[in-house]
């Protein structure tokens, strides 16, 4: 993580917007690391849209419409499910104070969540912020197979039909990799985010 640095300040949302405009991200250590430490990765992950690819067995999966689709109906619950500690991870870096400030997002209408419900329970989501043209995707969470995937494929078709030019993963894991991710350098990224800035989109 090159360009980190930690902070004690409160910052506000204003503040993040602005983090977002320039290409950082911040992070925290641990769910109740009280510290933030802002990020701008040299190697920059998004999923080109015109390029994204749904796996087979996905797609013949998403042919039964397995979940339903909802987008900003628990925008707390989900960030609080990406929070919480799984076996395959042990660790998290949503602090409280990060928690508290995507839900002031949510409220001044930059930052959504894309739930999969199914009989009634959340099973799985994601959740990000929307500034301009670009989403930058920060997490996500399933309790079902295949729902936070199902979360990411009606995400993609919503930022295409909406007018967006970005979708920002922060990195690229094997899990987006399957998906179309690849890796920008900072310089390319940054273009393609001052483009994208320029657009007026609305996920909503």
């Known amino acids: 993580m090159s360009g980190s ?11 993040l917007l602005k983090a977002y405009s320039c290409g950082i991200f911040p992070m925290a ?8 430490f ?13 390029k994204f690819h749904v796996p087979r067995r996905l797609a013949r999966t998403l042919r039964t419409r397995p979940f339903e689709i909802r987008v900003d109906t628990a925008f707390d619950a989900v960030v609080a499910a990406c929070q919480e500690a799984v ?7 949503i602090s409280d104070q990060i928690r508290r400030l995507y839900g002031q997002l949510h409220r001044m209408g930059h930052s959504h969540s894309v739930e999969a ?23 996500m969470f399933s309790r079902r197979r295949d729902a936070s995937k199902a979360c990411l494929v009606h995400l993609v078709e919503r930022l295409k039909t909406r007018g967006y030019r970005l979708l920002d993963t922060q990195f690229v894991t094997d899990h987006l990799r399957q998906f179309g991710a690849v890796e920008v350098p900072r310089e390319q990224y940054t273009v393609l985010l001052e483009n994208a800035l320029q657009e007026d989109a609305s996920l909503i």
């Open 5 to 15: 640095q930690a902070v004690v300040l409160e910052i506000t949302p204003q503040v």
């Open 38 to 50: 802002w990020v701008e990765p040299e190697m920059r992950g998004i999923i080109p849209l015109d």
């Open 29 to 36: 250590e641990s769910a109740d690391d009280p510290t933030i």
């Open 87 to 93: 076996e395959n991870r042990p660790s998290t870096w």
């Open 117 to 139: 419900w199914l009989d009634g329970e959340l099973v799985g989501g994601l959740y990000g912020v929307s500034l301009g043209g670009a989403f930058f995707g920060e997490s």
